[in-house]
């Protein structure tokens, strides 16, 4: 049973920095691409950033591209998402997502694209 749990969430002042992490357990890492999404109050989950089973590609959202990293450290089984620069906008709950896959390079954008889920983490940055 895939399980995947992140952490790292919290305030900080507009303009601050958090890291967060997803660990992941009952699955083979390295076959799976990784995703991070937020969904705030009232709106749609949206996606952020998202990077291959490889982890040579990666691709972002606008809203977040120069600003969060995505990285994966397949000996740890572990994805991370560095955000920086953040904006009273970033704040959100999110969420990170795995999906098997046969393909080493390819990124997913869409929520259908994903079939494992955390639970969260709170991100809140405030001005």
Do not use: H
Not at 19 to 24: K, N
Request: a positive charge; proline letters at 2%.
């Amino acid at each position: 049973q895939v399980q995947l749990v992140e952490s790292g969430g919290g305030s900080v002042q507009a303009g601050g920095s958090l890291r967060l992490s997803c660990a992941a357990s009952g699955l083979t890492f390295s076959s799976y691409a990784m995703g991070w999404f937020r969904q705030a109050p009232g709106k749609e989950r949206e996606f952020v950033a998202a990077i291959s089973r490889s982890g040579g590609s990666t691709y972002y959202a606008d809203s977040v591209k120069g600003r969060f990293t995505i990285s994966r450290d397949d000996a740890k089984n572990t994805v991370y998402l560095q955000m920086n620069s953040l904006k009273p906008e970033d704040t959100a709950v999110y969420y990170c997502a795995a999906r098997f896959t046969r393909y080493g390079s390819t990124w997913y954008t869409r929520t259908q694209d994903y079939n494992s889920w955390g639970q969260g983490t709170q991100v809140t940055a405030s001005s």
